[in-house]
């Protein structure tokens, strides 16, 4: 056989798993990124006492498809002297930063493209961090002061809020003794709890940090549509804004990715370990078909024929993805299915919930002006982090080499990082009491008209 | 003049820019121009340009009949178009020396308590709005909604409504007038709840209103500044308590004043203010006193030669109207106090030394509506 | 034979970026390019099995050090420098030079092509797969044996963070 030809079969032989995997990322989370903004759209709408997208397809769901025929055919406008080649490649940065992050992901148990690297979540990170490229040359591409400006204000955001997240997960990696993402979730289910009860306030830090690094509100001042400076997206249109868009989404994704993986349990159900919660193996499957039941139910009471017929669509996929997760339960020759399928279930289903948060705190909360931004990272959240490293690493050692509960030692991180949490907000209160109290000096004689002469 | 341009050289340093909020914007409430003079991040000077809503509506008023002016009053301030019928139809009462009926009087007090809640409530969803939080105004406009349905109701138009005639009202209060404001009014408590559970306790709106855009009492007194700007700054001042008018006297109502004169102030104040005016209406619905809507005026309106200044408490502010009449049907002239167009002027004092990102806060506050400063 | 494909790869890429980097008179090109030089430069260390840095090339390196770059270059004005005239007379003595240096390199590896261990190619190099994993190795030794070289650099590092930090606030 041709030595070339043979090479080409070996490769694909070994690697075909990883290639599919490559394959379905960049096909499928654009397009997932798609629809996790007519979620988004439709999340919104409930929350503001209305209905969202309802015209495209039933109920909006072909939304994302318009949205994009619509925005591939826009004129593609590039302003007067901006630098083609930059102007050009900056979107592309971000989302390929972005999908490339998502190669060290394990989506599950079978699912993973860097198989097994050996610092897999410093990759996660460090190549998620790349989209910060894409952000402060698009703004620069733009050729316009005020696209710049809003630019470095949001690299200098995401600069800050990186470090606060890194030492934040510094905590999960601790206790799992590993960068190696199946590592991680492994040493979650040898210890028999997901990471996030052991260490809350990292969680909490990371939950934080990681709202500040996708740019969501109340994080979102470099590219709020009612601030003056609108930001690096500013002279985007058509499909470039929607690389960026859609680049967001896929950060979210991977910030989404790395919490659960980290704190989470990754693939693993909750309470992992014990026998007698068994039980709740069943539960992806009972999930699915309650949403196929509520789907048979809702359909009855439609208003528009194709969308009756729509409801019943949906119903039969959700009974089947039900059966294809309670088959390999039940018929033992599948049984090897079960980590794969429920794996992907689970993770799926703890991203929706952080995405979820995401969404629901957007809509909740006003934004943050960039100088308390940017207090908020530094003052607050870096120092609680690196309080936090030190107690999680007074917790190893005194689990280690004195034998300690981890628990108890956990325990006492958790006491430790609450205490400086509080000091720092109590410094914070003191420090805006005093610069409140202190009125802002008088700028000139009031009488004075700025603009005469 | 020479030491003007002198300072004038200086304040004009290396690292100004003059930086345009244009006409076009979403946060400045209609077509308002504001140039920001910035040192860096800092305002250093504002300077609004408006008029790009001017419509020579004081002008026209000198070619109409006083009937024919009053559906031009409500295209003023349009968010609260009740309020200004009021201002003129009283205003040409008081040069006709006639007075509305006590029936007439108390179910315009109803519609402009009505009115002043449904203001209140776009002003603040769209506050929340420019500041970031998303879902209060549809809260908002939600709650305005039934507002707008009554009022459909009984004029037929939710927003340029042309509710009352010169004398009284043309239109009896039609059969569930009564049940429902009284509804809408019970509803609303809970709803107002919504609102301060969504923004007054949370830290993020707090830190983004408290010591933002402060006005101390004697620039608000100096500036001329009316309505919740002026009562947030510590001045108890509200024409329905110091020159009642309609069936004001009537009822019991508390008037909110604030402390710092600070954004955070201006928002508990027309909080409160949406509270009281509730409270208000159902009082008013308890008892609406039977008896003619319309009061002794000819169908040809020609007052007696003189002049009249008569002015309310309109949601945004003092309302003024001074009307001039010759004698004939057509009034010689109109001139209009707008509430907005005068606190307006209190943009630079209170934008000074804020960030930019602060300006829009604080225009926000003022509660301006284009079609009043401009008319 | 694959290892030999993504090597020659990176490698061209590296050497290409590299050679426009330094021939662009656009600055944000010249460090777009730099980009990529360190990227590929990385992906050689990747192949190497060196992850640890590999990822740290890239955190570091690209995330960190070159963002400072673009920023730098952003926020200075660099059309006014395009404008001015370059000092253009040292062209030559630049070509001579880098001659000489290339003739140097060139010949010392030739005639240390035969040294077993040493020269242009290393056939008894031991096999990426069978090295020890490259973090751990690190992590050992770094903080084992050469941990006050390590405190004495973070020190070094914090001193230069405050330094800016201090010369950067304005003089109120």
Redesign the interface.
Known sequence: MN??LH?VLV?LETWWVELVSGVVIVAVVPLVAGYIVLVERKL?AD????LGPMRVGPHGLLQPIADAVKLLIKEDIIPDNA?K??FW?APVVSMTAALTSMGAIAFGPAFQVARD???GL??V???S??G??GI??GG?ASNSHYS?MGA?RS?AQL?SYETAAGLALISGLLLAGT?KIRAIVDAQQHFGVWFVFLAPVAFFIYVVASIAETNR??F??PE??????AGYMTEYSGFRWALYFLGEYANMIVVGAVATTLFLGGWLRPFPNVRWMNWLDALPALFTAAVGAYCVYRAGKQPVRVQTWFMWGVALACFVVALILAVPLLVAPLKFLVPGLHGAFWFLLKISAYIYLFMWL???????????LMHLGWYILIPLAIVNVLAVGVAMILEMEYGWNRWLAMLLTTVITLATALFLLRLNDKR?AAA?SA???P?EP?T?D???? | MQDDAAQNQTLLGADELVLNMGPQHPSTHGVLRVKLKLDGERVRGTECVIGYLHRGVEKIAENRSYQQFAPYVDRMDYVAAVSNGLGYCEAVEKLLNVEAPPRAKVIRTIMTELQRIASHLVWLGTHALDIGALTPLFYCLREREEILKIFEKYCGARLTTHAFRIGGLQYEAYDSFEKDVERFCKDFERRIQEYVDLLTGNSIWIGRTRNVGVLSAEDCIALGASGPVLRASGVKWDLRKAQPYAAYDQYNFQIPVGTNGDTYDRYMVRMEEMRQSRLICLQAIENIPAGPILGKVGKVLKPPAGEIYHSIEAPKGILGYYIVSDGTTQPYRVRIRPPSFINLQALDKMARGHLVADVVAIIGTLDIVLGEVDR | MLDKVIFFFFAGVAILSAGLMVTRRNAIHSAVFLITTLLATAGIFLQLRAEFIFIAQIILYVGGIMVLFVFVIMLVRLDVALHQIQFSRQKWVALLVTLALAAEVGVMLWSSRNVPGQGFLLPNAVPAGKLPPNTEALAGRLFDAYLLPFEIASVLLLVAMVGAVVMAKKRT
């Not at chain 1, 929350?47 to 209305?50: D, S």
């Not at chain 1, 700025?450 to 002469?453: K, P, Q, R, T």
């Open positions: 030595p070339t090479a490769f919104m929350m503001q006492a209305r630098d080649m930059v490649m690297i050996n610092v410093l990759f990170i460090g190549v961090s790349l910060i490229f402060v040359l620069w710049i470095l690299t600069v960068l509100a109340p979102d001042l709020a549509e009612s601030e003056l400076v957007r809509f909740t909360l006003p934004r943050y002006r960039f100088d308390q805006a409140s009125a802002p000096p700028e009031s004075e700025s603009y005469a002469g």
